[in-house]
């Protein structure tokens, strides 16, 4: 499709259980994000790749949280040991090119809308 | 102090009002500015980018002030399907979004 994939629309899971978002973003797009959006609330942001970089971490609330880029296209984020805090519209968003460059659209996935009961 | 803030509204309005939303931020370094849109239960679109010159788009206009370190969106003649939430976006090394203005317009 011409968008920003992801899978699954939704994810009902129990605490303790590990779960795994996907997301397939634009083709040709070098740049990946996730955030989280809880209830009412805005967007946090988690983890930026930018092409081969090394990406930017500095958002995942815990080490339970992790993601990773294969071939610098497809991106999971994978939470272990879910927690109820952790229900959210998990969204990922891609742009052609990175922070630094005056494109400004990030294009947005629908979202993974996580339950942890 | 939130690195992005924004008054979470909501702002109700009728038909035709003209409104105003600002949005502050921390990190004075930060160097690109966007606007976006969401609407309930689904996902952020970009609605314009704000350049140090403000700039228009049809009904909307985009303001930046540096010294101040805000930036604002007015919407003229608001229109129903103009309800949703707006997001102010500020990117210094990543985009930072604030938790957005809720804008209810009225028949």
């Known amino acids: 499709g011409a968008g920003v994939s992801q899978s699954p629309s939704n994810k009902v899971t129990e605490k303790g259980k590990d779960v795994e978002l996907r997301c397939d973003p634009i083709s040709g797009h070098t740049a990946l994000y996730w955030y989280r959006q809880s209830l009412g609330q805005g967007l946090e942001f988690l983890i930026y790749?930018?092409?081969?970089?090394?990406?930017?971490k500095s958002g995942l609330p815990s080490d339970r949280f992790s993601a990773e880029r294969t071939g610098g296209s497809v991106s999971t984020l994978t939470i272990q040991r879910t927690q109820q805090e952790d229900s959210a519209v998990y969204l990922c968003?891609?742009?052609?090119?990175?922070?630094?460059?005056?494109?400004?659209?990030?294009?947005f996935g629908e979202g993974s809308r996580l339950t942890v009961l | 102090r939130k690195e992005v803030e924004q008054d979470p509204g909501p702002f109700n309005v009728p038909e035709g009002a003209t409104v105003a939303f600002n949005c502050t931020y921390s990190n004075s370094a930060s160097q690109s500015f966007f606007w976006y849109r969401q609407d309930c239960r689904k996902e952020p679109k970009l609605l314009m980018s704000v350049y140090s010159s403000g700039n228009e788009d049809g009904r909307f206009t985009a303001q930046l002030n540096r010294a101040s370190q805000y930036i604002s969106l007015l919407i003229r003649d608001s229109k129903l399907s103009d309800s949703a939430t707006y997001l102010c976006?500020?990117?210094?090394?990543?985009?930072?979004f604030g938790t957005g203005t809720r804008l209810k317009v009225l028949a």
């Open positions: 976006v500020v990117s210094p090394l990543r985009y930072i």
């Open positions: 790749f930018q092409g081969n970089s090394a990406p930017d």
């Open positions: 968003a891609s742009s052609l090119l990175g922070t630094g460059w005056d494109t400004g659209e990030l294009f």
